[in-house]
């Protein structure tokens, strides 16, 4: 079993930024990958963002290319998303997710980020 909590949400005004963190522990898996998603009101959960744990490479949904930067702490057991010049399209609840093989397993509680104009 694997427990992800995940801080750093909040309020913020249009063009500033956030750093959300999300904090693994429990079983320890290899060749992982974690990533991030995103629902927002009235609508689907969707991809933000994941990184591959061993080699750190790293994918992004198209909406926050050159936005939004995911990065790990291996001594920590952690995963960041640094999201600058944030958008009102981008308040939602962000979910943390630690994957093995091409699924995701265990899933974060959910950290609100609301973005305003």
């Known amino acids: 079993q694997v427990q992800l909590v995940e801080s750093g949400g909040g309020l913020v005004q249009t063009g500033g930024s956030l750093r959300l963190s999300c904090a693994a522990s429990?079983?320890?898996?290899?060749?992982?990958?974690m990533g991030w998603f995103r629902q927002a009101p009235g609508k689907e959960r969707e991809f933000v963002a994941q990184?591959?744990?061993?080699?750190?490479?790293?994918n992004y949904a198209d909406s926050v290319k050159g936005r939004f930067t995911i990065s790990r702490d291996n001594a920590k057991n952690t995963v960041y998303l640094q999201m600058n010049s944030l958008k009102p399209e981008d308040t939602a609840v962000y979910y943390c997710a630690y994957g093995l093989g091409s699924s995701y397993v265990y899933w974060g509680q959910g950290t609100q980020v609301t973005v305003i104009a």
């Open positions: 990184i591959t744990w061993s080699s750190g490479n790293a």
């Open positions: 429990g079983r320890t898996f290899s060749n992982i990958h």
